[in-house]
């Protein structure tokens, strides 16, 4: 069936469709196509007020298994961009096989970043059928811990860090911990490891970032971008008396390079990934 979409529909993901009579459907994906005629199908039999756009028209992400890595990651070059009359409600389309597919929520500015600085070929990334970013950011105080990092990256030992937001109304007793956690140790000759979680107020989500840095040259060889999933109590053990959380890992992007990364790229993709980002600024250290 071929239906113009007439209006998009929010926070519902979908656009309202007339045929030739003048009948109204919803269309999944239709927001995409305001204005346009486009071909249609029915996404349910129980359900004949309901269509789809065919690229659209599969159940979940598990569809596309045979494509991902242990991580559940894709190679970004495996995807084809797809050109669409899309709005600014949307950002870019890919396509695998006959489908259509998103980046996550978190990684699409990223993944725009790097294909920018021509890093695209060593990235692999995590796929979605979500088309609209609900994400907020905290607004923040920034901290200075350069001289943190500077002295991590000398040192053979594990340096640790932890900064607050400025916040009166902080209590850690009731379940409102630090904003940013930080681990940077040298104990392989090759690489320095730096971790980094970020947690706000009292979510179960933890923000975290991992990277391998040439002790030579600064540059990151690998670096690695998740979510994790776990228990206010496991968060306030961990803040508190350094105990190793019990999480469930949503890796969302993995870059790799031998010959390394420019630090100031690395940073600027922290930047976009922490909520609070102004904390990143600080890291962007000229004695490194």
Not at 278 to 283: A, M, N, P, V
Request: aromatic share 12%; net charge positive; glycine share 4%.
């Amino acid at each position: 069936m071929n239906l113009k979409i007439i209006k998009s529909v929010f926070p519902l993901s979908c656009g309202i469709g007339i045929d030739n009579t003048g009948k109204k459907y919803k269309v999944i994906g239709g927001e995409l196509f305001v204005g346009h005629q486009i071909k249609c199908e029915k996404f349910s039999s129980d359900n004949d007020g309901l269509y789809v756009i065919p690229e659209l028209n599969y159940k979940d992400m598990s569809k596309f298994s045979k494509y991902y890595d242990k991580d559940n990651l894709i190679r970004f070059n495996q995807l084809k961009e797809v050109p669409i009359f899309s709005n600014k409600i949307c950002c870019k389309i890919y396509e695998i096989g006959k489908y259509w597919v998103f980046l996550d929520d978190n990684i699409r500015q990223i993944v725009e970043y790097l294909e920018s600085k021509d890093l695209q070929n060593y990235l692999k990334v995590k796929l979605t059928q979500r088309r609209l970013s609900l994400q907020d950011r905290a607004p923040i105080i920034s901290i200075k811990y350069n001289h943190i990092l500077s002295k991590a990256l000398k040192s053979n030992e594990t340096i640790k860090a932890r900064f607050y937001c400025e916040d009166k109304y902080r209590d850690e007793s009731k379940g409102v911990y630090a904003d940013l956690i930080i681990r940077c140790y040298h104990k392989e000759k090759d690489k320095i490891q730096l971790e980094m979680w970020q947690i706000i107020d009292k979510s179960n989500f933890v923000y975290y970032v991992h990277g391998y840095i040439n002790p030579d040259t600064f540059k990151f060889t690998h670096f690695d971008i998740a979510y994790h999933e776990t228990t206010k109590q496991d968060i306030i053990n961990f803040v508190k008396n350094n105990m190793k959380m019990r999480i469930i890992k949503n890796k969302l992007l993995v870059l790799d390079k031998d010959n390394g990364i420019e630090s100031i790229i690395i940073f600027n993709i922290m930047k976009m990934f922490f909520p609070m980002d102004k904390l990143i600024d600080e890291f962007l250290c000229e004695k490194l």
